[in-house]
């Protein structure tokens, strides 16, 4: 067979070094967007520090190009978030069963952390609600909240620690890649799940229940329920009701007029302000509307003392901050990414993870329990005209105000007002729209979906998302051990080569077998691919077919196989036997760098040639073609002499 042009020759290079393969793989694994490649351009050392800063500390690259136009918007976006903050604090504390004061200062510290540290312009810090109501519901089942407050606010604020540390220690060493395994669906699935468990636990604030479960599956709270119907509050349900149908009023004006978007940000803040004037002219607490009481004021109380890392209590914190750790930095990045996409701009999730887990630490010791990016506020933040992430400045100003001069003032919050409050802020992850999306295009992601929904609801949060990852995985699994391989075929009047499956009319070429194989080759789908090999060869002979070809060559485009290990190699040979007892032979086109130096240490290329390996599947071809006409020639001449 004729090769190729002198210039386009397969390079046969040799191996390269076990420490310059490694070298390669950790860099890609943990650096694929080179990170400091900038660094190399510089030649100056102190223009090189100066851009390691900026790097490392993103506010020290847009903090001295600040202005005063800037600082106009982000005013205020920032006092905007602010009104949204102060709400949603308290009652997200009252989710996660710690005293609403600590919820207030978790919109202090952490964002101050984060401004600096964080490389959104938009993301909001503040809590989360999932993550609240996952910390009340895996804590509880070691402390009461109620019997034993203050061990089990250490253990909240040790949950937080921990999640801190894990934030940091991903970001550091650039693992990223974990998150990823909290795909769309789980996610959808998940905070779906979550949204339902919440708004039914807030019947209890709506009809002012005394007694509740610490069970978060959907069974023991409609149970707890309707099992103390005699401890319904009719005052209560009215409040309840009418606040919660102003707030979804005003996500229905913001739906209908984006532009009046800070219609749904100051709505609950107007429903805490109305309540507290109606709770103390009406003395709400006589008629069975419970108030959140006492909020002294003052500046966040250092909590180093109040982490607890006793063996009979630990594993609870330590699930609580690991699940909480996925899920805060699932929600934060995906949020930012969201937003510098709409603006043509890119955050680095190494980066936030990082802000994250040094806010979540910073936070443990200043009594503030986790925080992320929510996407309400978020969303808030950039519809306000965000331009820095100076509004977190901004926010934790306005919530130093609040702590030092008007905490006081909420006292006479209605519970049943943050119940509404909490109804109308979760009520917008149940997207039934993104789970009826991902049913039209994939039923596997539905199942993904649905199995974190119904694993919440069902068993409890943790089993939801752990069930719903491991379908993920067995998915992920199925694609590795079952890789997508197609036979090719020429589309007429062209010079393209594609799957006859998708293109029904590409036809076959005469003598030969041209296979594609798109997946890495390794222990766990080697077997499969031999046999899916060795079938498409039995097919293409199926002597029932009166038009099949003597099939002389068999070529195999390894462009989309990105590495091979020993067994794939073993398993080439066997492939390769096989071919030779039918007198076939192995053509191997466009074998990538790490492939290539497999097959040159384990001698397959010594097997079939350096001539049978060929630069793109049009020489391949040319080249067998000419082969082919030659050995016409030569056994016609043959039969001739005979």
Known sequence: ????????????????????????????????????????????????????????????????????????????????????????????????????????????????????????????????????????????????????????????????????????????????????????????????????????????????????????????????????????????????????????????????????????????MLCVIIGCIFAYFAHAEKHGIEIVGELKRGLNPLSFKDINFDPKYISAPIRAGIITAFIALAEGIAIGRSFAIMNNEQTDGNKEMVAFGLMNIVGSFTSCYLTSGPFSKSAVNYNAGAKTAMTNVVMAFCMLLVLLFLAPLFKYTPLVTLSAIIISAVVGLIDYQKAYHLFKIDKFDFLICMAAFLGVIFISMEMGIMISVGISLMRALLYIARPASCKLGYIPDSMLYRDVEQYPGATGIPGMLLLQLGSPIYFANCSYLRDRILRYIRDEQDISNPQANDIVYVLLDLGGVTSIDTTGVEVLFEIQKNMDAKKMKMILINPRLAVMEKLITGRFIDKIGKKSVFLSVEDAIEACKFSLETLKVTNGENVVNT
Request: charged share 15%; with cysteine; net charge positive.
């Open 1 to 268: 067979m004729t090769g190729l042009n002198e210039d386009h020759k397969v390079s046969f290079k040799p191996q390269r070094s076990f420490a310059t393969i490694f070298k390669s793989g950790i860099k890609e694994a943990l650096f694929p967007d080179d990170p400091f490649s900038f660094l190399k351009k510089e030649p100056s050392s102190l223009r090189r520090a100066k851009l390691a800063m900026n790097y490392f500390v993103p506010a020290s690259e847009w903090l001295p190009k600040y202005n005063l136009q800037l600082f106009k918007y982000d005013v205020l976006a920032g006092i905007t978030i602010a009104s949204l903050a102060i709400p949603q604090g308290i009652s997200y504390a009252k989710l996660a069963n710690i005293p609403p004061i600590i919820g207030l200062y978790s919109s202090f510290v952490p964002p101050l952390i984060y401004a600096v540290f964080g490389s959104s312009k938009y993301v909001a810090i503040g809590t989360l609600a999932a993550s609240s109501l996952l910390i009340s519901s895996t804590l509880e089942e070691k402390v009461s909240p109620t019997e034993n407050p203050d061990l089990y606010l250490g253990l909240v604020f040790t949950a937080t620690l921990i999640s801190g540390l894990l934030q940091l220690a991903l970001g550091l060493l650039r693992l990223g890649i974990l998150v990823d395994f909290l795909s769309h669906a789980t996610i959808t699935g998940f905070m779906g799940g979550t949204a339902t468990l919440i708004c039914l636990q807030q019947l209890k604030g709506i009809f002012g229940l005394k007694h509740f479960t610490t069970h978060t599956s959907i069974v023991d709270v409609l149970q707890a329920i309707f099992s103390h119907t005699n401890e319904w509050r009719w005052q209560s349900a009215v409040v309840g009701v009418i606040f919660l149908v102003f707030l979804l009023f005003t996500r229905y004006v913001k739906e209908k007029r984006p532009n009046l978007f800070w219609v749904s940000a100051i709505a609950p």
